[in-house]
């Protein structure tokens, strides 16, 4: 078995296990670095924002081949840990996507349907699935419904069935957990958990969300922190540079990470 094989199977018992997996998202290789270093660090996932914010493009419109070389870094980076990937919403051909994707070193992603119809979806999730077994990688595929944060102004009952009906087709097409990002309520989170299954929900940790603990006791598979891990680390240094001009110092806590 191949150490990338073997990678992705580490991923899907992680999403399983009844310890809820908790992902602290980079978007470079020292930030990759400074987690996998920690000992709690499972797992790495990338953060898609983050990485664009990096090169100066916005959410969403960062080239592939660019995206894709901050992948390799980061895997490099990540050493023997898995590493999922924010593939945003496949470029164009999900499959083609994570099988150059899959060359670079990962072994799970995510791919957002930006509410696309569900058919057109779980035919990329297919497609996806259909690659990493190609490559020999029993790929694990972190399936994003935007059901709930693209949901406009429908009640939020037909955005949480929407959800539900979406996650199920996506388990069905193959993805291993399916990912409901928003601020998600314990209510919420048990319709959910309810109507998608136990340790099949992924979650983003957002400020007014849950805590870890508290998700991981409603059934749910995975958290994630997106690009809100990057705006703590450039408030930090924003906060430090406006201590500087101020004729501050710096901190002899500044740990040497880099």
């Known amino acids: 078995m191949s150490t990338q094989s073997a990678k992705a199977q580490t991923l899907t018992q992680l999403h399983a296990a009844p310890e809820i997996l908790r992902v602290v998202n980079v978007w470079d290789a020292i930030s990759t670095k400074a987690v996998a270093e920690l000992p709690e660090t499972r797992a790495i996932a990338t953060a898609g924002h983050s990485i664009a914010a990096t090169y100066g493009y916005a959410d969403g419109e960062i080239p592939l081949e660019v995206t894709l070389d901050m992948i390799g870094r980061i895997v490099e980076a990540a050493g023997d840990l898995p590493v999922s990937a924010d593939l945003d919403g496949g470029y164009g051909n999900s499959g083609e996507t994570v099988r150059r994707a899959i060359g670079k070193g990962i072994v799970g992603a995510n791919v957002e349907d930006r509410l696309r119809p569900l058919a057109e979806f ?20 972190n399936a994003r419904t935007d059901a709930l944060v693209r949901g406009g102004g429908r009640p939020l009952e037909e955005s949480i069935a929407d959800a539900i009906e979406r996650g199920r087709a996506y388990l069905a097409a193959g993805a291993d957990v399916v990912f409901v990002p928003g601020v998600l309520d314990a209510d919420t989170t048990r319709q959910l958990v309810a109507g998608i299954g136990e340790r099949k929900i992924s979650v983003i940790g957002l400020p007014g969300a849950l805590t ?5 006791e409603l059934g749910v598979a995975r958290i994630s922190y997106g690009p809100t891990t990057q705006r703590a680390a450039l408030t930090a240094f924003q906060d430090l540079a406006i201590d500087l001009y101020a004729d501050g110092v710096i901190p002899a806590t500044v740990r040497e990470l880099n």
């Open 122 to 141: 779980a035919a990329d999730v297919e497609a996806i699935v259909a690659a990493g077994e190609a490559e020999g990688v029993p790929f694990s595929l």
């Open 212 to 216: 870890a603990r508290e998700y991981e």
